[in-house]
């Protein structure tokens, strides 16, 4: 018998769309890009530990107006070496971080779906359901996060 496959987590991930949006995912080769230059071991252990294949990933537009939920990505590779951390030239270069023993980690994600109407943080708040959700939490900074399915199902009802 077939073991049946594990239900998916669900997952947010921020962004400044100055910096990569979910248009540029959207137009990215195969709508796939590697998620780089996480620098919080927090939001790095979500990325090498627990996020999975299949998981699904808010994609949230940080410092925009308005910041908002503007779509919906897959997890379709597992945490691996940030190799931007290794690169003296990146941005996000640590000359900390070696190679043997890789301090950060990254995963790909690949584009779903793009919301019509992006879900502004200010919306979100306005949902009394949800504001138990970290996103929503007074101090939560974190650029990964995990969604409690609760959470996810009534996010994607409100995005249509």
């Known amino acids: 018998m077939a073991e049946k496959a594990a239900k998916p987590n669900y997952w947010l991930v921020k962004s400044e769309p ?10 990215a080769p195969k709508k796939t890009t590697y998620w780089d230059g996480v620098r919080n071991y927090q939001a790095r252990n979500f990325m090498r530990d627990s996020m999975k ?5 808010f994609f949230y537009h940080s410092n925009s107006e308005p910041s908002a939920i ?9 945490g691996y070496p940030d190799f ?16 043997k023993k890789p301090t950060w980690f990254m995963v790909d994600i690949k584009h779903v779906k793009t919301f019509k109407t992006p879900l ?6 306005s949902i009394d359901s949800l504001a138990d959700m970290m996103l ?10 995990p969604v409690g399915e609760k959470h996810w199902q009534q996010i994607v ?3 249509g």
């Open 136 to 145: 929503l939490q007074k101090g939560s900074r974190l650029s990964v996060q």
């Open 157 to 159: 009802k409100l995005a």
């Open 53 to 57: 294949v299949g998981d699904l990933v």
């Open 84 to 99: 931007t951390a290794f690169d003296p030239e990146h941005e996000h270069h640590d000359p900390k971080s070696d190679k």
């Open 18 to 27: 100055s910096c990569f949006s979910i248009e540029d995912l959207e137009k």
């Open 70 to 78: 503007a779509g919906i990505a897959e997890i379709v590779k597992e």
């Open 120 to 125: 502004s943080l200010e919306k979100l708040k």
